[in-house]
């Protein structure tokens, strides 16, 4: 069953420490999204990548928070310095077309507590 | 800017009886519209989408949504709620034109009772 893979599936780290999550999507998928969702703020869109280019990445702070694609089977999100704010589960999602009218496929996510 | 507005936090509905989801969208030109289910500690699976052509879609486990238009709804719908359809529902909107990027609703959490 071709699935999405995220790690870690859980993390706990304390205010100020780097966080990196990594994403392997389905193998051809050529689309990868970063989602965030939170009880306050459900599922916000952080980054996009096409083809391993980023797209959009408007709503992803800037200073603390960075997205890549170093190839085409592993996306990674940083997160430098931590702060308890960051504390959510953070989904990686992959999709195939050049229209984007196909589905997405998301990963189990990973759940990041700052303390 | 697209968006997406699910006006009900919870639905309760008895099982056996139909479901009805709401969402209505906000999107330039016309929309791609989604519907995804997630389960608890688990990502979101894809339900069903409306692209073109038929107003009235089919997706798994028996759901179906309605496009319409004039009112800008999406609607999803189930004649017969089982238990197991107990989860968080999103509905999400893209635009036709440029590079879509999809966009989610707040979610509707779908309680069944026995």
């Known amino acids: 069953d071709a699935r999405v893979t995220q790690t870690p599936r859980h993390k706990v780290t304390e205010m100020g420490q780097e966080v990196t999550m990594r994403c392997q999507p389905i193998l051809g998928h050529n689309t990868v999204f970063w989602y965030r969702q939170t009880m306050m703020q459900g599922l916000e869109l952080l980054a996009y990548?096409?083809?391993?280019?980023?797209?959009?990445d408007s709503g992803m702070p800037k200073d603390r928070f960075s997205a890549e694609m170093p190839d085409a089977t592993l996306a990674t999100l940083k997160i430098q310095p931590s702060e308890p704010r960051d504390s959510a589960v953070y989904f990686c999602a992959s999709g195939f077309g050049t229209s984007d009218t196909g589905e997405l496929f998301f990963g189990e996510g990973s759940r990041l507590t700052v303390l | 800017a697209q968006s997406v507005a699910q006006p009900e936090d919870q639905v309760n509905v008895a099982e056996g009886n139909p479901l009805t989801v709401k969402c209505t969208y906000s999107?330039?030109?016309?929309?791609?519209l989604f519907w995804y289910v997630q389960y608890p500690n688990r990502g979101l699976q894809f339900l069903l989408k409306?692209?073109?052509?038929?107003?009235l879609v089919k997706g798994s486990y028996g759901f179906e949504a309605e496009f319409n238009k004039s009112q800008t709804s999406f609607h999803l719908k189930k004649p017969s709620a089982l238990v197991s359809d107990s989860a968080l529902y999103f509905c999400?909107?893209?635009?036709?034109?440029?590079?879509?990027?999809?966009?989610f609703g707040t979610g509707t959490r779908l309680l069944v009772s026995p």
């Open positions: 409306y692209i073109t052509g038929d107003n």
């Open positions: 999400a909107v893209s635009r036709r034109t440029g590079f879509q990027k999809l966009v």
């Open positions: 999107v330039s030109g016309n929309p791609y």
């Open positions: 990548f096409r083809n391993r280019a980023p797209l959009d």
